[in-house]
C-alpha cells in the first residue's frame, strides 16, 4: 500500500460522537473522556495522516527468521515493551518496518482516536489490516467506530457503562495501566465532560421494511351480456297454467268415452 499514508483525513462530527457511542450503550462524555485519554481528541497528525504508535514488541512477536533477525538489526523490533523510548515521530519506523513485512508492521502500530492496535483488526471490524488503514486515512468518524467495534468485541461496553474506569482501563489498556494512571485519567475526564452540555441528537428510527400490497380476492366470473332471466307476467294475468292443460285434454277424453260407449265389443275379451 501506499506508506504516504495520507488520505481524505476528515475531522470528526459533533453528532458522530452520541451517534457512535449509542452502539454501546453510552454517551458522548464516556466517548469524550475515552478520547481525550487515547489521543486528547485528534485523529489525524499536521501532516493529515492518522495518529500512530509503533510498537517494536508488537513487530517483534509479528516477525520470524530472517526477517526478525533484519527488524532487530535495525533497532525496529525488541522482544520486551519498554526496552527503549519511543520517538516522536512513529512514521519513520512504521515505513522503514513495511520494507522488511508490510503486513507485519501495520499489525503493529496503534491507529487513529482510539489507538486501535493493527493486530485487532478483526475485532475493530475489517477484513485485513490493510483496509482497516485505509479507513483510518479517511475519516476520524471511521477511526472511532473501529473502537467501538473493538469495545463491543472485548466486552468492555459494560465496564464503561458503569463507569469501571480501572475494568476498562486493563481491558483497553492492558495490565499495567496504573503505570500511565489510565484509569483515573479517565475518571477525571468524564467528571470534566459532564459539566459541559450534550450535543443535541435523537437516534434515527430503523427503516420500517415494505408491506406486501393486498391480495385481491378472486371474483365470480361475470358472462358475457346480460344474464338471461324468467319472463315476468303481465300485470292482471295468472301465471298459473292448469286451466291450459284442462281445456286441451277435456276433449281427448270426451272421444275416448263416446268410442267406447259405440263399440264396447272392442274392449271385451273373446271367449275360449
Known sequence: MDTIFKGAARRLDDLDLPRLGARIGVGEDEIHAFLDV?????????????IILFEP?????NLSGAAR??????????????????PRDSYPRLKAACAIDETAALRSASWGLGQVLG?????????????????????EA??????????AANRLDDKLRNHDWAGFAKGYNGASYRKNAYDTRLAD????????????????????PPQPAPVPTPQAPQLNGPTPSLPKAEPGKST?????????????????????????????KAKP
Open 38 to 50: 487515547e489521543t486528547g481528541g485528534h485523529g489525524f497528525d499536521a501532516q493529515g495522516r492518522p
Open 57 to 61: 514488541h508488537v513487530f517483534f512477536r
Open 69 to 86: 533477525a533484519q527488524a532487530v538489526a535495525a533497532g525496529l523490533a525488541y522482544p520486551r515493551w519498554g526496552e527503549k523510548p519511543y
Open 119 to 139: 493486530e485487532n483488526f478483526k475485532a475493530a471490524g475489517f477484513l485485513t489490516v490493510q483496509a482497516m488503514v485505509e479507513a483510518m486515512m479517511e475519516d
Open 142 to 151: 471511521l477511526q472511532l467506530a473501529a473502537a467501538v467495534n473493538f469495545i
Open 189 to 208: 475526564a468524564f467528571r470534566k465532560w459532564s459539566r459541559i452540555k450534550d450535543t443535541p441528537w435523537q437516534p434515527v428510527a430503523p427503516a420500517q
Open 240 to 268: 298459473d297454467r292448469s286451466g291450459l292443460w284442462a281445456a286441451v285434454l277435456a276433449p281427448l277424453v270426451a272421444a275416448i268415452l263416446s268410442l267406447f260407449r259405440k263399440a264396447p265389443s272392442l274392449f271385451r
